[in-house]
C-alpha cells in the first residue's frame, strides 16, 4: 500500500513487445493507434430553445493500430509478408481480404516486468509500405504496417 510521499516513476514508452499468433514480434520498433474506442456524440436540439442535448451513439469506433518494424532478413518478415500476402491476393479462389484475421497484444513492459496489457481483435491488414530508400544513408529499412481490427481494450 502506498504510504504519503512514496514516488512512483512514470512507465517510459521504450520496452514493450507486439505479439501476434502467440508469439513476440522482435523487430517491431513502435505502435501507434492505442485507442480503446470512440462513441459518436449525437446532438439533440430541443425545439423552441438554444439547448442542445448530447446522446451517446450506439456504436463503438476503433483507431487502425500502426505497426513500425525493422525489415532484417528474419523469420518475422517472412510471417509480416505471408499475412499481407494473403490479405491481398486478389486472384485467390477463396476469399481474402479482411477475412484473413488475428488476435494479438501489445505489452508493456517496465524493468523487464510486464505492466499493461493491450489486446486486439480480428485485426487484418489494411496496408504495408517501406522506408524510402537513399543511398548514402545509415537509416535502417522500416516497414509500416496498418492493421484494422474488431476492437482493443486493456486486459489482465
Partial sequence: MP???DFYEGYR???FVFVIDGKESPGVSKVSGLSEGEIDTIEQPDGGTMHVYKLAASKVKFEPLTI???VDGSP??????EWFRATFNLSARQQGGSAIRKNGMIIKRHFGEDVLTFAFYNAWVKSSKFSDLEAGS???LLQTIVL???GLERVG
Fill in 138 to 140: 545509415t537509416n535502417l
Fill in 3 to 5: 504510504q504519503v510521499g
Fill in 76 to 81: 518475422e518478415d517472412k510471417k509480416f509478408r
Fill in 68 to 70: 513500425e518494424r525493422r
Fill in 148 to 150: 484494422e481490427h474488431e
Fill in 13 to 15: 514508452a521504450n520496452e
